[in-house]
């Protein structure tokens, strides 16, 4: 598999088979995707991985936090509070797209929570990844965030795994820096779900649709 296969395959999977997958594999991912660009080459970012029991005991911690209402102050805004178009219509779009496949209709709140509530249990993925980073750091280390995280997905794509990155859990930085035992100097970027792709999963079908290039590509010669 070249680079562009690997980026045309990678998408957010949400449905995971219970397969295990080898520790050893995932530690491996992990350290080969801090290649990553960094300016200045500060690494900024921390990774945990999370599996078997810990796994299992974490679904449950979130299982009761949803199930009894509770609620924490997000580590950081998710999207700007008054996000404007187009970038609101691509949201509005990929959530009515999504539930579309999964035959939940736009009036049907309660079920539309439920699916939601999946992202916590990790969409059925039998291990994740969370990322942490130093509180002092800044947009601009962020970026390396992402860049890190882009590598880890692109090299789960060629091992034959599947991702799902999940910024969601920024809502719960309290519950997940308990659990993972986290330094008070450090921040809660987002966890992410990597497992074997559950291919029956009705999710699974949705290909996102990105925009054209006239929207966002300027050449000057």
Not at 152 to 172: D, F, H, K, N, S
Request: proline share 7%; glycine share 6%; charged share 25%.
């Amino acid at each position: 598999m070249d680079v562009t296969e690997a980026i045309d395959a990678r998408r957010s999977v949400r449905g995971f088979l219970d397969t295990p997958v080898d520790p050893a594999l995932l530690r491996d991912i992990a350290i080969k995707a801090s290649r990553a660009a960094t300016g200045g080459n500060l690494q900024p970012w921390y990774i945990a991985i999370v599996q078997g029991e810990a796994m299992t005991r974490l679904k449950t911690i979130m299982a009761d936090n949803l199930a009894t209402g509770a609620t924490e102050t997000p580590a950081y805004d998710v999207y700007p509070k008054d996000l404007a178009a187009p970038y609101r219509d691509r949201r509005y779009a990929v959530g009515e797209a999504m539930y579309a496949h999964l035959g939940i209709p736009r009036d049907d709140k309660p079920a539309r929570q439920k699916w939601f509530a999946r992202n916590f249990q990790f969409f059925g993925a039998p291990a994740a990844y969370f990322c942490t980073v130093d509180k002092r750091m800044g947009p601009p280390q962020w970026s390396d965030l992402g860049m890190y995280l882009q590598n880890l997905m692109l090299l789960a794509v060629e091992a034959g795994l599947a991702t799902c990155p999940q910024e969601c859990w920024a809502m719960y930085p309290e519950t997940i820096g308990t659990f993972l035992g986290t330094p008070e100097d450090r921040m809660l970027f987002c966890g992410m779900a990597i497992g074997y792709e559950d291919k029956s999963a009705p999710a699974n079908a949705l290909r996102t649709a990105r925009a054209d290039e006239v929207e966002w590509l300027t050449t000057i010669r």
